[in-house]
């Protein structure tokens, strides 16, 4: 993959580096400042590896008072910062600069609170997904959002790319389950949006829902309240294998369509039902082209009906297997290949390149034949992985990445799938955020005034555009220049009116 285009390093920041450190030492006694190279590999890229880039320093913060400090040093001083949770993005949103700070979050790393009586509990972002879930167990309790990488990604990491997982289609994203954040931004201020209570926040502009999915460009959230749900009483999984992929795209349609929302409903591809199945032996059948894993919970006799329900839509629908899990332990293995399906594939290719897009359900088997035609234009092979339910799209594309033309061909055809999700109607991401991955592919959804106003709000957090530069927006614009713009623009749709 070339290189994305990034922000020019300003050589001064990098003639400084020695003084930075001792400066952001002697403010932050507690925290670890990084400065040896080999020490800053660690940091170079995030999940999305064919992207690196040393940055200038690391620093550990200890406290949200540290963050303030750093943040606020690093506004005074016109050096850019670049948040970092886990670094599981896939997108390059942890990508850093060379003459950046980056900001680890690591250390944020405490269940600061349970409130069982409210369904809540209060989190530092570096706290792993899985492990509120574990902290909450003895209440009944756990987080909806699981993607699969659950067992390393950070709650903060979560926040800012939105994530979703398995569960996400009847149960939510993340921004359905976070309640409140604690956001320092880069002048130092330190701002709570939403309500750390799990009241009602009340009425005005919810800021709090721009800023999750805000992949690190408006603040830094060092807490967040997130809502806990009672662990439903029974669960069973169900196993629909079919000889097609887009058999099995038009049953989850089906499903949807007859009013049934599955606690989760996931499909993949024959290539990844059987690395999956190799790598964990879930138990998966391997005489078919396409399986869904389709899961539902809630009373037994609920789920009794339901399964029985979705079995028959999948027989209806052409399945050629069907077969409903009979334990907890068996439900667990069914979706443990799935969640491992990412590194099972990467057990049979060198390298892979993991994509994200969103598309309508009902035109998942038109952009499956699609996905397949490209596979054979760039001669690449690809295993699909979909949260099938709500139309969120992973397929793998598998590649050498010593082979300069088969990266090429990746990329390329990487950003033909997000055109093609784009054109039936969906978006460029559901969970990985754009990063710089999708970045130049922006104006294929939006328009220039789009991007221009999604600016503006990058500049009302952040007017000097130091956080987290290069990512999202396509082209920078300095926040005075966007201002300029759209006073051009309405002085061009109301000629001769005095508008200022």
């Known amino acids: 993959m070339s290189t994305p285009c990034m922000p020019a390093?300003?050589?001064?920041?990098?003639?400084?580096?020695?003084?930075?450190?001792?400066?952001l030492a002697a403010l932050c006694p507690q925290a670890e400042v990084i400065t040896e190279p080999e020490a800053l590999r660690a940091y170079e890229s995030d999940g999305l590896t064919a992207y690196r880039q040393i940055p200038l320093l690391a620093i550990l913060p200890a406290d949200t008072q540290e963050v303030r400090r750093i943040l606020q040093y690093c506004h005074e001083q016109g050096i850019r910062v670049?948040?970092?949770?886990?670094?599981?993005?896939?997108?390059?949103?942890?990508?850093?600069?060379?003459d950046a700070v980056l900001l680890s979050m690591a250390r944020f790393n405490r269940v600061l609170k349970v409130d069982a009586d409210n369904r809540l509990a209060l989190v530092q972002p570096g706290v792993p997904n899985l492990e509120i879930s574990r902290a909450v167990q003895p209440h009944g309790l756990y987080y909806a959002p699981d993607p699969s990488s659950q067992i390393i990604c950070s709650i903060g990491g979560n926040v800012a790319?939105?994530?979703?997982?398995?569960?996400?289609?009847?149960?939510?994203?993340?921004?359905?389950?976070?309640?409140?954040?604690?956001?320092?931004?880069?002048?130092g201020e330190v701002v709570q949006l939403g309500n750390l209570h799990g009241e009602a926040a009340g009425a005005g502009l919810d800021l709090l829902g721009v800023a999750v999915g805000s992949e690190g460009l408006l603040g830094v959230v060092t807490e967040v309240a997130v809502r806990l749900l009672p662990r439903p009483p029974v669960a069973r999984a169900l196993l629909a294998g079919f000889g097609s992929v887009e058999e099995a795209g038009a049953c989850v349609a089906a499903v949807i369509a007859a009013g049934i929302i599955p606690a989760g409903m996931e499909l993949m591809d024959r290539l990844a039902t059987k690395a999956?199945?190799?790598?964990?032996?879930?138990?998966?059948?391997?005489?078919?082209?396409?399986?869904?894993?389709?899961?539902?919970?809630?009373?037994?006799?609920?789920?009794?009906?339901?399964?029985?329900r979705v079995g028959r839509i999948a027989r209806q629908q052409g399945a050629i297997s069907v077969r409903l899990s009979q334990s907890e332990e068996e439900r667990?293995?069914?979706?443990?290949?799935?969640?491992?399906?990412?590194?099972?594939?990467?057990?049979?290719?060198?390298?892979?390149?993991?994509?994200?897009?969103?598309?309508?359900?009902?035109?998942?088997?038109?952009?499956?034949?699609?996905?397949?035609?490209?596979?054979?234009?760039?001669?690449?092979a690809v295993a699909n992985v979909f949260h099938a339910g709500d139309g969120n799209l992973h397929p793998l594309i598998l590649y050498d990445s010593n082979n300069p033309d088969e990266l090429r061909r990746a990329e390329k055809f990487g950003a033909d799938i997000l055109r093609?999700?784009?054109?039936?109607?969906?978006?460029?991401?559901?969970?990985?955020?754009?990063?710089?991955?999708?970045?130049?592919?922006m104006p294929e959804m939006f328009s220039e005034t789009d991007l221009d106003q999604q600016i503006r709000i990058k500049c009302a957090f952040d007017e000097k555009q130091l956080l987290n530069p290069g990512k999202v927006f396509p082209r920078l614009k300095r926040c005075g220049e966007v201002s300029a713009t759209q006073a051009r623009r309405l002085q061009e749709r109301f000629p001769g009116v005095d508008l200022f």
């Open 420 to 441: 093609l999700c784009v054109r039936v109607g969906g978006v460029l991401t559901g969970e990985h955020g754009v990063g710089v991955e999708k970045r130049d592919l």
């Open 276 to 308: 999956a199945e190799d790598f964990v032996q879930a138990g998966y059948p391997l005489d078919v082209d396409a399986l869904l894993i389709i899961e539902v919970d809630g009373t037994d006799a609920e789920v009794q009906e339901l399964a029985e």
């Open 82 to 98: 670049v948040p970092r949770g886990s670094g599981t993005s896939l997108s390059g949103g942890a990508l850093p600069l060379a």
């Open 161 to 187: 790319e939105n994530a979703g997982g398995v569960h996400c289609l009847k149960y939510g994203m993340t921004s359905n389950n976070v309640l409140a954040v604690k956001m320092v931004l880069m002048s």
């Open 9 to 23: 390093p300003d050589e001064r920041i990098l003639a400084r580096r020695d003084e930075i450190a001792g400066n």
């Open 332 to 380: 667990q293995r069914f979706w443990a290949g799935r969640k491992a399906a990412f590194p099972a594939v990467g057990r049979i290719a060198p390298d892979y390149y993991c994509m994200d897009g969103t598309i309508p359900r009902h035109r998942l088997p038109e952009v499956l034949r699609g996905i397949a035609d490209l596979s054979r234009k760039y001669r690449l």
